[in-house]
């Protein structure tokens, strides 16, 4: 697998009003990786 991310995002923050969906969120998908994006309803996964 490559150590070079095909996709890299750091410090990501979302708030909708006084609702903070995402806060300081980093991630990062590396060629050849099989991600799942989990969490409870409500959890920012969309807005990510």
Known sequence: MS???L???RGISKSYGSVQ???DV???IRDGEV???V???GA???TL
Do not use: R, V, Y
Request: hydrophobic letters at 40%; glycine letters at 10%; proline letters at 5%.
């Open 35 to 37: 991600m799942a994006l």
């Open 7 to 9: 996709l890299q995002l």
């Open 3 to 5: 150590e070079t991310p």
């Open 21 to 23: 969906a995402l806060s």
């Open 44 to 46: 920012g996964k969309t």
């Open 26 to 28: 980093d991630f990062e």
């Open 39 to 41: 969490g409870d309803n």
